[in-house]
């Protein structure tokens, strides 16, 4: 009788077992046809199905949780309300606001229209941008401003870090609400949460700063908004006149991830008063309408973006990318600016894992005598970007791409010059994480003067590295090519 029983156990276990994996083929087929439905690039395609099929439950699972650019019903809800008022406001600059692009070339104008179509803002002239590299002066330059604001300070932050000189910022602006500037301060949730947990920002809300989180998630949430979008961007705009924006995070380098290895971070940001500051303004208050409860008219009477004089000669375009915006529309942007390249590109990004198309347009740069070179740094504070990046310098390298590995620290400055007479500027690293799923901000200036400046700076970080030799990373250990090369394959997902 016990045989008996325990025939039928296995039995039925043997039944269950079946109908599971049946069921979880049904699921991982049914996930792949949704892959290839949602007509991605081949590469992220045939990764996420690899991802599906090479680990079982796991896989289907991660893609669940991963794979969908989910915004949340509420948020994609803010995002329609929110598009035709501001086409309609962005309409009004170009009106204001004419470009003579003879004396910067037809590159920099088809740059500019691509641009313009594709993330919806235009080039405006007539600004006056300062290039700050040092992270002392930009919080020095920060607080007086902060402390002369007659009517609004808003800041924008992917991290806000408690600590050191952050704290001056938040009694800055404390400050600023008591004798009655409006201040908004928004900050992603996830980058920001030992903030958003602070008594630092219990006493900014006490005296009147609205503090918001973007992008707050949750374990109940994760099937309805997709956890690991991230709001990016790095936006100060004070009384709608002086606006920054750059890779510079709001912490304190002395204090900040001082455990991770890389050293201090390296980071340079913008100061621009002119008419590009309204655009950074209207992107701002963009994104509070989105994460907060404010109406748009309310925050149009009350925002303090507005049109402004010229200031000086640099034209300027504020360049908004996300998962809210057309896919890949910032990575066309970029590459269309590594093909214009006639005898110069460099650039710096602290994470690169390029697209294959980023890739091809990098080594065809370098094939047809365009002097490339890549400032990465040395060490970063993710691995799996450190083996994936790894694995695609090797080609770069045969190419002709020279790759400059910077011991200073954490290169965070995200830049491109081309020729010396253009150049991006802003928070979007080389990677798919940055094209595809955070919130980024970025600025295409099309001005000689700023864009020597930055390939000055650039230059400081190349003294400062270490080019690489084809012949010793040819060198190095199989198991470590393997590594890199399986990371490779993940790359489009990272």
């Given at each position: 009788?016990?045989?008996?029983?325990l025939?039928?156990w296995t039995?039925?276990?043997?039944?269950?077992a079946y109908l599971?994996?049946?069921?979880?083929?049904?699921?991982q087929v049914?996930l792949?046809?949704?892959?290839?439905?949602?007509?991605?690039?081949?590469?992220e395609?045939?990764?996420?199905?690899?991802?599906?099929?090479?680990?079982?439950v796991?896989?289907?699972?991660?893609?669940l949780l991963?794979?969908?650019?989910?915004?949340?019903h509420?948020?994609?809800r803010r995002f329609v309300?929110l598009?035709?008022?501001?086409?309609?406001?962005?309409d009004?600059l170009?009106?204001?606001?004419?470009?003579?692009?003879?004396?910067?070339?037809?590159?920099?104008?088809?740059?500019?229209?691509?641009a313009q179509r594709?993330?919806?803002?235009?080039?405006?002239?007539?600004?006056?941008?300062?290039?700050?590299?040092?992270?002392e002066e930009?919080?020095r330059?920060l607080?007086?401003?902060?402390?002369?604001?007659?009517?609004?300070?808003?800041?924008?932050?992917y991290i806000?870090?408690?600590?050191?000189v952050?704290a001056?910022?938040s009694?800055?602006?404390?400050?600023?609400?008591?004798?009655?500037?409006?201040?908004r301060?928004?900050?992603?949730?996830?980058g920001?949460?030992?903030?958003?947990?602070s008594?630092?920002?219990?006493?900014?809300?006490?005296?009147g700063?609205?503090?918001?989180?973007a992008?707050?998630?949750?374990?109940?949430?994760?099937?309805?908004?997709?956890?690991?979008?991230r709001?990016?961007?790095k936006?100060?705009?004070?009384?709608?006149?002086?606006?920054?924006?750059?890779s510079?995070?709001l912490?304190?380098?002395r204090?900040?991830k001082?455990?991770?290895?890389?050293?201090?971070?390296?980071?340079?940001m913008a100061?621009?008063?002119g008419?590009?500051?309204?655009?950074?303004?209207?992107?701002?208050?963009?994104?509070?309408?989105?994460?907060?409860?404010a109406?748009?008219?309310d925050?149009?009477?009350?925002g303090?973006?507005?049109a402004?004089?010229?200031?000086?000669?640099?034209?300027?375009q504020v360049l908004?990318?996300?998962?809210?915006f057309?896919?890949?529309?910032?990575e066309?942007v970029?590459?269309?600016?590594?093909y214009?390249?006639?005898?110069?590109?460099?650039?710096t990004?602290?994470?690169?894992?390029?697209s294959?198309s980023l890739?091809?347009a990098?080594?065809s740069?370098?094939?047809?005598?365009?002097k490339?070179?890549?400032?990465?740094?040395?060490?970063?504070?993710?691995?799996?970007?450190r083996?994936?990046s790894?694995?695609?310098?090797?080609?770069?390298l045969?190419?002709?791409?020279r790759?400059?590995?910077?011991?200073?620290g954490?290169?965070?400055?995200k830049?491109?010059?081309?020729?010396g007479?253009?150049?991006?500027?802003?928070s979007?690293?080389?990677?798919?994480?940055?094209?595809?799923?955070?919130?980024?901000?970025?600025?295409?200036?099309?001005?000689?003067?700023f864009t020597?400046r930055?390939r000055?700076?650039?230059?400081?970080?190349?003294?400062?590295?270490?080019?690489?030799?084809l012949?010793?990373?040819?060198?190095?250990?199989?198991?470590?090519?393997?590594?890199?090369?399986?990371t490779?394959?993940?790359?489009p997902?990272?």
């Open positions: 009788m016990l045989f008996a029983a025939s039928n039995s039925g276990l043997h039944w269950s599971f994996i049946l069921l979880h083929l049904a699921i049914s792949c046809l949704r892959v290839i439905m949602r007509r991605l690039s081949v590469g395609s045939l990764a996420w199905i690899l991802v599906v099929f090479m680990f079982p796991v896989g289907p699972l991660v893609y991963l794979g969908e650019l989910r915004l949340g509420r948020r994609a309300e598009f035709p008022p501001i086409r309609d406001w962005l009004e170009p009106e204001r606001h004419k470009v003579n692009w003879a004396p910067m070339g037809g590159e920099c104008e088809a740059l500019s229209l691509l594709s993330l919806g803002l235009p080039t405006l002239p007539g600004n006056r941008l300062e290039l700050i590299d040092q992270w930009v919080f330059r607080i007086t401003d902060i402390d002369n604001a007659q009517s609004t300070c808003h800041l924008e932050f806000w870090h408690v600590g050191g952050v001056d910022v009694a800055a602006l404390i400050h600023a609400a008591e004798r009655g500037v409006t201040c301060v928004l900050v992603d949730a996830m920001s949460r030992s903030f958003l947990a008594d630092e920002a219990e006493a900014m809300l006490e005296a700063v609205q503090v918001e989180s992008m707050s998630g949750g374990l109940l949430r994760m099937p309805f908004v997709r956890f690991d979008l709001m990016h961007r936006i100060v705009v004070i009384d709608g006149k002086i606006a920054y924006t750059g510079l995070n912490v304190d380098p204090y900040f001082r455990d991770a290895g890389v050293g201090q971070w390296v980071d340079a100061r621009m008063e008419p590009a500051v309204e655009a950074l303004a209207i992107t701002f208050l963009a994104d509070w309408f989105v994460e907060s409860d109406s748009l008219e925050l149009r009477e009350t303090g973006a507005s402004q004089p010229k200031y000086g000669e640099a034209a300027v908004p990318s996300g998962p809210a057309p896919t890949e529309s910032m066309q970029l590459i269309m600016a590594v214009a390249a006639r005898r110069e590109l460099v650039l990004t602290p994470y690169f894992v390029p294959e890739r091809m990098l080594e740069a370098a094939r047809r005598g365009v490339v070179l890549l400032i990465l740094p040395a060490k970063v504070d993710s691995l799996l970007v083996y994936a790894q694995a695609f310098k090797g080609d770069l045969r190419a002709g791409v790759v400059a590995n910077f011991d200073g954490l290169l965070h400055t830049s491109v010059t081309v020729d007479k253009m150049s991006l500027f802003g979007l690293n080389l990677d798919p994480r940055s094209f595809r799923l955070n919130f980024e901000i970025s600025l295409a200036i099309y001005d000689a003067d020597q930055l000055a700076l650039q230059q400081k970080y190349i003294d400062q590295s270490e080019l690489m030799d012949a010793a990373w040819t060198a190095r250990p199989m198991r470590q090519r393997f590594a890199e090369n399986c490779r394959l993940l790359g997902l990272l």
